[in-house]
């Protein structure tokens, strides 16, 4: 851009103040004002309040010793031994968001009591100036963990912006639970040095220049607009105007990968973005907060860009679980309908950005769609992220798995937690929220957006009017209401009518129902008697005077549907997913004999036949269908079977285990045990004298080439189960080999038992005898990390078998993630 065109735009940006205009058209009923009584959701409270919070607290207290070793360095004690980290406390104040919202729902002094002592390490680690990011205070903060050696010295991966935004949220959720404002002094006092820092210019800062550089995370906008709301002051809506204003102005990264333009969406003025790109949560965080900033300012150029982008996501770029950010890597989104299966990255706090994004345009545009999206997006994969017992995740979320890639950073189910933790702690903050988006209301409207087992109050057009709603909503969909106004009133009761009623499971052009002929027609009745209402934006319109007593009942039919993909997206190429409801549904081995991956539809399934079943497990319960599918049985042949499909939230809550949504058409494209060894492999068997349950001794030969010894983007075998106790491997060839060389590719994890052996040999079969491997004299058996350790034969040697025998360091398993023979020609 022309320096002078850049200079002028940057001055108008500072300049104008922001006009104050209305805010969102719509008026959604507080979280705390709504009874949750749902069957479905009840349950995922108290889980919430029992389990995830208090755990999710227990595992942030790193972020609290984090934020006291800054506490202590301002009082002149050492912190010796303070590691550098640049997000951990951002965690740690999601934590605190959704405890804080739970204690808005029900009075609990243990909880608050240990809030309040949070926030006394919180304030306390606050440089008098108001910064707060404890690397730079205790001086461990440097340029080669991402921070730069100074404060503000690196913005686009430090994430000094992004840790403040997740801690204003948390202050203001305590401060409207509470009324206890030393949070929220705290986050006041840092916005008013942030302005300064960035937009007036700080001496201590940057040469005293403004830095007027956009968070390389976007959250900041959002926290400034909620920071702004509960305190009227224009300062906080200002600065996330100006901070949306100069992204992709004042400074345009000049990289690859997490330094591209595109990757925070800084390749272009916001307002003039027409495509989501880079990283899914940044991105999802931005449209947020340019949602919210354009409706407060008036700037309708922040809507009409928010269109586009929507489109583009819905058309190209969303998994139909909702998930976004299909590619690894940069964690974001990859070129379009890159949507694959398996591989998928889906990163969860990218789902919980995509239901926050399209609430607030439900809120702009009073249009259900946005709804349908952000239920499909909670109900699949958001709620997926979390077990039923509330004490593991997923930060990944792939649409297909094995059993044993280890596609969750590092182990092929849920994980108890993660080093970068930002997902079980938005889990933390979102699911308290999910009943005030349940109704919404103006002056001569009331909107039913989502649907559960709930009791609120709204004002319509001065008239209080009670809701009660009844339903089994998402398993069922029947749904009843009783009104109670005050008084007789008119209004339009407007119920959501989503699009999985019609024909396709979820707005945009990437998915289609093929068996549209089974859609059934939904049906409305109020008291009793059947009435014709017409659809506006996606709601069935009732106009009428309203009396106390009024019932109504929607009826929304559920039969599996059978559901086809975009003819670009190369993953479902000849394949089909089955859905119900609200739900994508999913085959897990664990109800279905063995890998998922042996099913095939060579026609289109019986779905009308499909029998709906509930399942019971410890930790909770969950409906199943059960539709005819063809199988391969092992032997060369196919069989009938009973397809058992379970949806997708609740996939991997008995164990890890093969899943499959998109199912091939073609009996050629269905695999009987994708964990057997490739026909091209150098071996015909391989056996171990104990293998984990978690992983498979087939791994060793599966030909996938592993970068890293972490072993975490390849399967692997590992002796986890038998730590300290010595292990054999025995790899059988297909007949006798001349060895040329033998490779070893061992694991090492830190997060596992999982270490190099303490010393490891090789021996040979030759007729029918094992005889030791002769060395070449300038080998040994070493164990060097992220490479083949290799050994040569002493002289040529032939054999039809070989075996490693590996002796443990102390306590530790050992592990292994290839191993490569090379034959000589």
């Known amino acids: 851009m022309n320096s002078l065109i850049q200079r002028g735009l940057l001055a108008l940006i500072v300049a104008v103040p922001f006009v104050d205009a209305a805010d969102y058209p719509l008026k959604p009923v507080p979280f705390h004002e709504v009874e949750m009584t749902s069957a479905f959701w009840r349950p995922r409270l108290e889980t919430q309040r029992k389990v995830l919070v208090p755990f999710a607290f227990e595992k942030t207290k790193s972020g609290v010793e984090h934020l006291q070793a800054a506490a202590d360095a301002l009082a002149g004690k050492s912190t010796e031994g303070h590691r550098p980290h640049r997000f951990i406390d951002s965690d740690l104040y999601k934590v605190m968001e959704g405890a804080a919202y739970l204690a808005k729902l029900r009075d609990d002094p243990e909880l608050e009591a240990q809030f309040d002592r949070i926030v006394d390490v919180i304030a306390a680690a606050q440089e008098p100036n108001g910064y707060l990011y404890p690397s730079h205070t205790t001086g461990v903060g440097a340029e080669k963990h991402m921070m730069g050696d100074k404060p503000y010295q690196f913005v686009v991966h430090s994430h000094e912006l992004y840790n403040m935004g997740h801690m204003y949220e948390a202050a203001i959720a305590y401060y409207q639970a509470t009324g206890k404002d030393k949070l929220l002094k705290v986050a006041e006092k840092n916005a008013r040095h942030v302005n300064k820092v960035f937009f007036e210019g700080d001496p201590k800062y940057n040469g005293g220049k403004p830095i007027r550089q956009a968070p390389g995370h976007q959250e900041m906008e959002l926290a400034l607009v909620r920071l702004y709301r509960v305190t009227g002051k224009p300062l906080y809506l200002d600065m996330a105007r100006k901070f949306l204003e100069i992204r992709g102005i004042t400074y345009v990264p000049k990289g690859e990968g997490v330094m591209a333009p595109t990757y925070a969406q800084q390749h272009a003025p916001v307002a003039k973005q027409k495509e989501a790109v880079g990283h899914a949560v940044r991105a999802t965080y931005l449209y947020s907060g340019m949602a919210d900033v354009g409706v407060l300012t008036g700037n309708t150029a922040y809507a009409r860009a928010l269109d586009r982008i929507w489109g583009d996501i819905t058309d190209t770029r969303m998994h139909i679980t909702g998930g976004l950010g299909a590619v690894h890597g940069i964690e974001g989104f990859g070129p379009q309908y890159e949507l694959p299966n398996a591989d998928a990255f889906n990163e969860t706090c990218a789902a919980v950005g995509n239901v926050l994004f399209n609430y607030r345009m439900f809120l702009l545009h009073k249009d259900a769609k946005y709804l349908d999206v952000a239920e499909v997006a909670l109900l699949n994969n958001v709620l997926a992220a979390v077990n039923l017992e509330g004490n593991r995740f997923f930060y990944v979320n792939p649409l297909a798995a094995d059993g044993k890639y280890p596609f969750n950073h590092g182990t092929a189910g849920r994980a108890p937690w993660f080093g970068t933790a930002c997902c079980p702690s938005n889990m933390a903050r979102l699911l308290p929220q999910v009943q005030g988006m349940t109704y919404a209301h103006d002056e001569g409207n009331l909107y039913v957006t989502f649907f559960a087992e709930s009791a609120t109050q709204a004002k319509i057009g001065g008239t209080e009017v009670g809701i009660q709603q009844s339903t089994a909503y998402p398993n069922d969909g029947k749904i009843r209401l009783h009104l109670k106004p005050e008084k007789p009133i008119n209004f339009a009761l407007r119920l959501r009518i989503p699009t999985w009623t019609g024909e396709q499971f979820v707005p945009g052009k990437l998915y289609r129902y093929v068996n549209a002929g089974l859609v059934r027609k939904w049906s409305l009745k109020v008291n009793g008697q059947p009435v014709r209402a017409k659809v506006e934006k996606g709601f069935a319109v009732i106009e009428r005077q309203w009396k106390a007593g009024d019932r109504v009942e929607l009826n929304l039919p559920m039969p599996v549907q059978v559901n086809a993909c975009h003819k670009a997206v190369e993953a479902n190429h000849d394949r089909l997913a089955l859905t119900r409801g609200p739900f994508v549904l999913c085959a897990e081995g664990v109800d279905n004999g063995g890998a998922t991956e042996r099913f095939f539809f060579p026609r289109l399934p019986a779905v009308a036949d499909a029998t709906i079943k509930t399942a019971k497990i410890k930790s909770g319960s969950f409906i199943q269908a059960h539709v005819p599918v063809r199988a391969l049985d092992g032997?060369?042949?196919?069989?009938?079977?009973?397809?058992?499909?379970?949806?997708?939230?609740?996939?991997?809550?008995?164990?890890?285990?093969?899943?499959?949504?998109?199912?091939?058409?073609?009996?050629?494209?269905?695999?009987?045990?994708?964990?057997?060894?490739?026909?091209?492999?150098?071996?015909?068997?391989?056996?171990?004298?104990?293998?984990?349950?978690?992983?498979?001794?087939?791994?060793?030969?599966?030909?996938?080439?592993?970068?890293?010894?972490?072993?975490?983007?390849?399967?692997?075998?590992?002796?986890?189960?038998?730590?300290?106790?010595?292990?054999?491997?025995?790899?059988?060839?297909?007949?006798?080999?001349?060895?040329?060389?033998?490779?070893?590719?061992?694991?090492?994890?830190?997060?596992?038992?999982?270490?190099?052996?303490?010393?490891?040999?090789?021996?040979?079969?030759?007729?029918?005898?094992?005889?030791?491997?002769?060395?070449?004299?300038?080998?040994?058996?070493?164990?060097?990390?992220?490479?083949?350790?290799?050994?040569?034969?002493?002289?040529?040697?032939?054999?039809?078998?070989?075996?490693?025998?590996?002796?443990?360091?102390?306590?530790?398993?050992?592990?292994?993630?290839?191993?490569?023979?090379?034959?000589?020609?």
């Open 635 to 825: 032997k060369g042949g196919v069989a009938n079977q009973a397809l058992v499909l379970t949806p997708y939230y609740a996939w991997n809550n008995r164990g890890a285990g093969s899943m499959t949504v998109w199912f091939p058409r073609k009996q050629s494209m269905a695999v009987f045990d994708p964990l057997a060894l490739p026909k091209e492999s150098v071996f015909a068997k391989l056996t171990a004298t104990h293998t984990s349950e978690l992983d498979t001794v087939n791994a060793i030969g599966d030909g996938l080439e592993p970068r890293w010894s972490s072993g975490n983007k390849v399967p692997r075998w590992t002796s986890r189960g038998q730590e300290g106790k010595q292990q054999t491997i025995t790899g059988t060839f297909h007949g006798p080999k001349k060895i040329r060389s033998i490779g070893v590719f061992w694991m090492d994890h830190y997060q596992y038992p999982v270490k190099f052996p303490k010393e490891w040999k090789v021996e040979v079969r030759q007729d029918g005898q094992w005889k030791p491997f002769k060395l070449y004299t300038t080998d040994r058996y070493d164990t060097r990390a992220n490479q083949f350790n290799v050994i040569h034969p002493a002289a040529p040697l032939t054999c039809d078998a070989i075996r490693i025998h590996m002796i443990p360091r102390e306590k530790t398993a050992m592990g292994i993630l290839e191993m490569k023979v090379v034959f000589e020609k």
